[in-house]
């Protein structure tokens, strides 16, 4: 299980990466677009572009530009937000996987021996180092992704500001 969680960790901080890419190329088409004024902002390819020309066309927003463009920008994260909680669930599970190797090795002993204290001992470490070590990398993994997620977070949220901002200067270029 703790392999599991290693993997799923490592895939979801290599998914982070790729969104963040995806992430950044929409900031700065966007960054390039304000830099050209009117003409760059009902041009801009993107994301962001779309929600613009949607926007000049309708500047009431009532055709949910602007939910579209929230979707593109968090959607992916709600998935990622559930596998952070997986990892989390699977050291959990680890968790009780190793008590119930532990609970299976004391219901083993037919009786109590001083002579065999050591190896008794030993069997038993081994499923509480199973508990211990699942819920460890789960918690771990589940933090560190969940930081990753939360900046995903916070950088989709200012994309999303910056392009309402400068869609405020596209609304009275239509003639409305």
Known sequence: ITLIIIIVFAVSTLWCGVRSKELAKQRELLQQAVAKGYEGLTSCPGW???????????????????DLLMDKTHGPHTTAWWVNGVQLKLGLLGKVIGFSVLAMQIGQIQS???SQAQDLLRNLTSGLGVA??????????NI?????????????????????RAGLN???????
């Open 48 to 66: 962001v572009g779309e929600y613009w020309n949607a926007l000049a066309a309708n500047p009431q927003d009532s055709g949910a530009p602007l």
């Open 144 to 164: 560190l992704l969940g930081l990753q997620l939360t900046r995903l977070d916070r950088f989709a949220d200012a994309l999303i500001a910056d392009c309402q």
């Open 170 to 176: 596209v609304a009275p270029h239509t003639g409305n």
């Open 132 to 141: 211990l070590l699942t819920t460890m990398v789960g918690l771990v993994g």
């Open 112 to 114: 109590f021996d001083p």
